[in-house]
């Protein structure tokens, strides 16, 4: 075929571009604050400067969204009894040499306010609040201390204390307001966009406060930390559904010297997602009222926490369980990770506003359906997790826990294609399992060709430039077509809203999940779909579950709910992308 030839003389000829600038991004390392921070447990922290001047806060890496979530001054000072060093509690730095509430939108020159929106990060399981949003200057870690700042990012002001410490989003998904023309970038897409990392991509785990000592959580945005997890080879492909891309299946849930010595508390596999957007385990009923036997635990349906009085907690400080979680698409155990987790790890406390004083509590939900299924940060404190979007696959390990004095082992994580040369690629992304059919793999190499490479290019041949758009096109084509083959057809997932406008971010190496959504949407945007043959449109609601089919022709229906209001707010008729 003439195609293959024209393939095979443009590869060449990328690989001479790639080869042309060796000087790819390192990952960033973002450096711990050195503080905990939480009201539902012990987490460590990162920092984050936002406006002009820089207003600094102390947040905690979120899987679920691309935003900057921060505490806003409003909160702490309309909050009924709450604690006069509230600000702090919450992450606010002293500003301008006093103590601050949280952000003051005020004294920042660089805000273009946007409006009020519900966040919609876990409404499922009522992790969510409404919050005032702009863009403003975004920077990593202390000022001078080699962190990133990006101008115009989106920040999320909250009031309420349902999210009590703020947010840094790792995901790459933009995010989308009703007022808006165009979807605003996340910090993580901008970061690669800006050469600033070889890749969307993270590695993440929470840190132990239980530890002696205690060790930090780390996190690497375009790579890993080699030194902080056991590695296994297992990689598992990203869920459809893009607001939940790192799902798995939890196929056990084990506990030994518990009050019943050794027990299995979970029976049936049951999927989750890996979120360490909300610090609780979410689990089936039938699975919480194991936990409560065998842990001695009280349901407090004020809060709807489980607490554990001073007698119970104190034998289970001398018991000392431990609790295994098996984690993997089948129940094959070489194709499992289990993630051990002592006592430690569940023993925090919940303050203010749960509780006046502060209380011992075990971080365990109780989950009514698969939406509200969540591992969160608790489990965090033990896992390691390398999520890479440019290849739309992650893998979990056993956290590890280096003395200070070791270095970090930092490794990139290149978009395929871009690697530098005579390194080979980084061992827990290469794997048996892969998201996409063998054939499709020289394919998605090549759609993965960077903004970066493509502009060697044009610099060395304009007479290329068309032939690359037609080239990267097509096989955009095809490996979108690969993927939505390869991806679950569980009819939750399968609601396709995939447009040609949004290609330029699968031009870039980046995962294009077929799914509700090609972007975190504020103002609760409703939609359907395009099929791949007939055009089918559906009504959906916030789960995006069906409500009911509607018929029409190459239409597809909006309805956009705001604030917190139920349902219909506005409906509007999309036709090939564009609003009618
Ligand atoms: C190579 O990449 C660097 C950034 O990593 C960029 O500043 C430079 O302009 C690039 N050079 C060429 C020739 O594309
Ligand atoms: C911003 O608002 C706070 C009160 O919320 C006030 O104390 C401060 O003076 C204001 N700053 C400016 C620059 O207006
Ligand atoms: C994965 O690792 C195990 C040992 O950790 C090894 O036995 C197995 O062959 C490896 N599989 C692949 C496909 O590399
Ligand atoms: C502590 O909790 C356990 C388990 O819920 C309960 O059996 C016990 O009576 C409680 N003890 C006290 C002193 O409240
Ligand atoms: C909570 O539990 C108490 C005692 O266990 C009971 O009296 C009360 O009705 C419960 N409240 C709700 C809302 O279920
Ligand atoms: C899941 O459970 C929650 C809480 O009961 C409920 O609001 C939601 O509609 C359920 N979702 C599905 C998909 O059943
Ligand atoms: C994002 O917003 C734009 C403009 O309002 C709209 O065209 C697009 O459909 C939205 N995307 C999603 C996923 O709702």
Not at 6 to 30: E, G, M, R, T
Not at 386 to 403: E, N, R
Request: net charge negative; hydrophobic share 35%.
């Amino acid at each position: 075929m003439a195609f293959h030839h024209v393939c095979l003389f443009l590869s060449s000829f990328l690989s001479i571009a790639v080869a042309q600038n060796d000087s790819l991004p390192k990952p960033f390392s973002f450096s711990n604050s050195q503080i905990w921070d939480g009201n539902d447990g012990k987490w460590s922290s990162f920092l984050v400067r936002v406006g002009t001047p820089e207003q600094t806060f102390r947040v905690l890496p979120a899987s679920r969204h691309g935003e900057t979530i921060i505490p806003i001054a409003e909160g702490c000072e309309k909050m009924r009894n709450a604690p006069s060093n509230c600000g702090d509690l919450r992450g606010s730095y002293v500003f301008q040499g006093t103590e601050s509430d949280g952000f003051q939108v005020n004294e920042t020159q660089s805000w273009h306010q946007i409006g009020i929106y519900e966040m919609g990060i876990r409404p499922e399981i009522g992790f969510d609040a409404s919050a005032l949003y702009g863009l403003d200057n975004v920077g990593l870690q202390v000022a001078n201390s080699g962190g990133p700042t990006l101008g115009n990012m989106v920040v999320a002001g909250v009031a309420q204390p349902t999210v009590f410490v703020g947010q840094f989003g790792l995901s790459p998904k933009p995010s989308n307001f009703s007022g808006l023309n165009s979807p605003q970038k996340s910090f993580m897409q901008k970061l690669r966009d800006d050469n600033h990392i070889p890749s969307v991509s993270y590695g993440y785990t929470a840190g132990a406060y239980y530890k002696i000592p205690k060790v930090h959580g780390s996190l690497t945005l375009g790579g890993y930390d080699q030194s902080r997890f056991t590695p296994n080879n297992i990689t598992f492909p990203f869920d459809a559904d893009d607001d939940r891309p790192t799902s798995l299946t939890v196929q056990s849930i084990t506990a030994q010297n518990t009050l019943e010595r050794t027990v299995t508390l979970l029976l049936d596999a049951t999927y989750v997602a890996i979120d360490s957007t909300v610090p609780h385990m979410w689990l089936p009923d039938d699975v919480c009222d194991r936990f409560e036997k065998s842990f001695g635990l009280t349901y407090d349906n004020k809060t709807d926490l489980y607490t554990i009085n001073d007698t119970m907690h104190q034998q289970m400080l001398e018991l000392n369980p431990t609790i295994t979680i098996s984690l993997g698409e089948t129940s094959d155990p070489t194709a499992c990770v289990n993630i051990v987790l002592p006592y430690g790890a569940f023993d925090v406390q919940a303050s203010f506003p749960y509780y006046k004083e502060a209380v011992n509590y075990f971080p365990l939900r109780r989950g009514k359906n698969e939406t509200q299924y969540t591992l969160g940060r608790v489990v965090f404190q033990e896992m390691y997790i390398v999520a890479d979007y440019s290849q739309g696959q992650f893998s979990v390990h056993q956290a590890l826990f280096p003395s200070t004095v070791e270095e970090p082992q930092i490794k990139a994580i290149y978009v395929p294609g871009e690697e530098p040369k005579p390194e080979p690629k980084p061992e827990p992304t290469t794997n048996t399992k892969k998201p996409t059919p063998s054939t499709s793999q020289t394919a998605s190499a090549k759609a993965g060709i960077s903004g970066r490479a493509i502009g060697g290019i044009i610099a060395g041949s304009i007479a290329g430039i068309g032939l690359i758009g037609f080239l990267a096109f097509f096989l955009l084509r095809r490996r979108r077509r690969n993927r939505q083959r390869s991806s679950k057809t569980n009819s939750e997932h399968n609601l396709k809203l995939e447009r040609d406008m949004h290609s330029s971010q699968a031009s870039s190496g980046m995962y294009t999940p077929k799914g509700f959504g090609n972007g975190f949407v504020h103002g609760r945007t409703l939609c359907a779909t395009e099929a791949d043959d007939a055009a089918q449109v559906f009504e959906v609601d916030s789960q995006h579950r069906r409500l009911h089919e509607l018929s029409s022709q190459s239409t597809c229906i909006v309805h956009e709910i705001g604030g917190g209001e139920r349902m219909k707010v506005r409906t509007d008729v999309m036709q090939a992308g564009r609003r009618i």
